[in-house]
């Protein structure tokens, strides 16, 4: 079993929805967990972390964690085109778990 | 701050050749990865250092891959003799404090190696 699973997407979506992105972990051992997004051809990059269980808002975007169902949620608010990427969500051990991806396409 | 920097972008070989990848982390980071990324998957986990010592090999295929960690700053990864699966981005980051786990890991653009 995988540590972490995610919903493989992709996803295509009108400028201006709400996306919401999610990912299953099998340990519950694991108290933090993150979202990378990755453009094309670069690294991936931090975008939120969060510890435990609940909510983390950042602009439009929210992090959720909710340990009793082992599942974690990003959602973007008023999404925009610059928006459109691969989305990474990750656990943090001594090393980093992360799923699949999910490509986002936000369409003008 | 500088960012990791990896080197080369972008990498062609044939398969048996050999192909060396370097990386210079985030200046103090003391925890260094090297993740591969194969098209449409998450990164995987090769090897993890922290200074100059190997804390997590497991996933690393011996065989045909080393790397090394000389001084624990740069480092370097090798693949020989590299075969057609090996195509891949090779992602290297690191991390200020391999003791506390909530402390971001930076990547690099990331080397893609197409092996043909």
């Known amino acids: 079993q995988k540590e972490v699973e995610q919903d493989p997407g992709p996803l295509s979506v009108p400028e201006g929805a709400i996306v919401s992105l999610n990912c299953t972990y099998s340990n519950s051992a694991f108290q933090y967990f993150m979202w990378y997004r990755q453009y094309s051809r670069k690294g991936p990059e931090l975008l939120m972390y969060t510890y435990s269980s609940g909510n983390k808002e950042d602009g439009r975007f929210t992090a959720q964690v909710d340990k009793s169902s082992k599942y974690i949620s990003l959602f973007i608010r008023d999404s925009q085109p610059s928006d459109s990427a691969t989305y990474l969500c990750a656990i943090a051990g001594n090393q980093f778990y992360f799923g699949t991806g999910t490509s986002l396409t936000v369409i003008p | 701050e500088a960012g990791v920097a990896q080197s080369p972008r972008y990498k062609i070989i044939e398969k048996r050749q050999s192909v060396a990848f370097w990386c210079n982390p985030i200046?103090?980071?003391?925890?260094l990865y090297w993740y591969q990324q194969i098209l449409g998957q998450g990164p995987k986990l090769l090897i993890q250092?922290?200074?100059?010592?190997?804390?997590?090999d497991s996933q690393l295929p011996k065989d045909r891959f080393s790397a090394e960690r000389l001084k624990g700053v740069d480092s370097t990864l090798k693949i020989q003799p590299a075969k057609l699966e090996d195509s891949a981005v090779y992602l290297c980051a690191s991390r200020r404090d391999g003791g506390k786990l909530n402390t971001e890991a930076f990547f690099g653009q990331g080397t893609r190696l197409t092996v043909v």
């Open positions: 250092f922290q200074n100059n010592g190997v804390v997590d």
């Open positions: 200046s103090g980071h003391a925890t």
